[in-house]
């Protein structure tokens, strides 16, 4: 049994159920190729703002190097 049909107590109506049942057409294909095609343009878009975001907080990075015996304060979350 799906989440849903738990919840809810009947299946989830995705859009393919949004048409009629007596139309001879099967729109899912359609509805289902322009979905993907939308998700990957939307993938797309995250991955060249995470990149952005990434390049941007790179730049201000420092790198430290440590010495035997030098101090430094480090905090350790519990």
Not at 32 to 51: F, M, Q
Not at 55 to 62: F, I, M, Q
Request: glycine share 4%; charged share 35%.
């Amino acid at each position: 049994m799906a989440p849903y049909e738990a919840l809810y107590g009947r299946k989830c109506r995705t859009p393919l159920y949004w048409m009629e049942l007596s139309e001879k057409k099967i729109y899912g294909v359609d509805l289902i190729r322009e979905t993907e095609e939308k998700v990957k343009v939307i993938r797309d878009s995250l991955k060249a703002a995470s990149d952005r975001q990434k390049s941007y907080t790179n730049l201000k990075r420092k790198e430290m190097e440590f010495q035997i015996g030098e101090k430094s304060n480090s905090h350790m979350s519990v």
